[in-house]
């Protein structure tokens, strides 16, 4: 079966640009999250999606970043106002939340370079 | 707080031995899980294996087996009998009862020898 898509692959903006990163989950997969990755480096949490309960902001870094997920499906992460700390990898996640063991399937990310 | 530390940035092993990846972590949840996941040069994160923290027994996922020592709060990766495709970063994970925030590690980066 299809595992998780996210789009664009790449993408090169202008500081001070607005940016829309989109992830498809796995179908059926109830809890969606989206990590960054700067080069060389681990996974930073940053925001995570769980059916129709409030999702978990907490590793936002600024309010310049903002996420939604429409219909328990589809999500888009957006950076407004990017700035050039914010290049990194982009990775989305999808997983059965059924608590306990909570595999997630990664995405192949959204390489992100602000100039 | 939640702390994953892999304090192996890099790692050398030779083709068909085997080789420890260390993993220590902090939390004050009883109840949580550790992961280990692969992220070899194409990017993709692959997962290997899980232990919870209730788990009496060391998880194995073919090759890949899990040595967890919980009053150390250790959850070393090992892999046996190396192969030339287990080049790659790896990534020790954990996430806790108090939400589903996953915490993971700087990574250690693996180069096997031929």
């Known amino acids: 079966g299809a595992g998780v898509s996210q789009s664009p692959s790449n993408k090169v903006t202008e500081k001070g640009k607005d940016v829309e990163l989109r992830c498809d989950p796995i179908?059926?997969?109830?809890?969606l999250y989206w990590y960054r990755q700067s080069l060389g480096q681990g996974l930073e949490f940053l925001i995570y999606?769980?059916?129709?309960?409030?999702?978990?902001k907490s590793g936002l870094p600024s309010d310049r970043f903002s996420a939604e997920r429409t219909g328990g499906s589809v999500s888009t992460l957006t950076i407004q106002r990017t700035q050039q700390e914010d290049s990194a990898v982009y990775l989305c996640?999808?997983?059965?939340?059924?608590?306990?063991?909570?595999?997630?399937?990664f995405g192949p990310g959204t390489r992100l370079t602000v100039l | 707080a939640q702390k994953i530390t892999q304090t192996q940035p890099g790692m050398f092993v030779q083709e068909k031995e085997a080789v420890t990846l260390d993993c220590t972590y902090d939390?004050?949840?009883?109840?949580?899980?550790l992961f280990w996941y692969k992220q070899p040069s194409s990017g993709e994160m692959i997962f290997l294996i899980y232990?919870?923290?209730?788990?009496?027994q060391n998880a194995t996922e073919g090759r890949y087996s899990l040595n967890f020592q919980k009053a150390r709060k250790s959850a070393n990766l090992v892999i046996s009998a190396s192969q030339l495709g287990d080049s790659a970063m790896y990534f020790c994970?954990?996430?806790?009862?108090?939400?589903?925030?996953?915490?993971f590690g700087a990574g250690t980066r693996l180069f096997v020898k031929a």
């Open positions: 996640a999808s997983s059965l939340d059924w608590g306990g063991y909570n595999e997630q399937f």
């Open positions: 179908s059926g997969h109830t809890a």
């Open positions: 999606f769980q059916g129709n309960s409030a999702p978990d």
């Open positions: 939390t004050s949840d009883q109840s949580y899980g």
């Open positions: 232990q919870g923290s209730y788990d009496e």
């Open positions: 994970a954990m996430r806790g009862t108090g939400g589903f925030k996953t915490i």
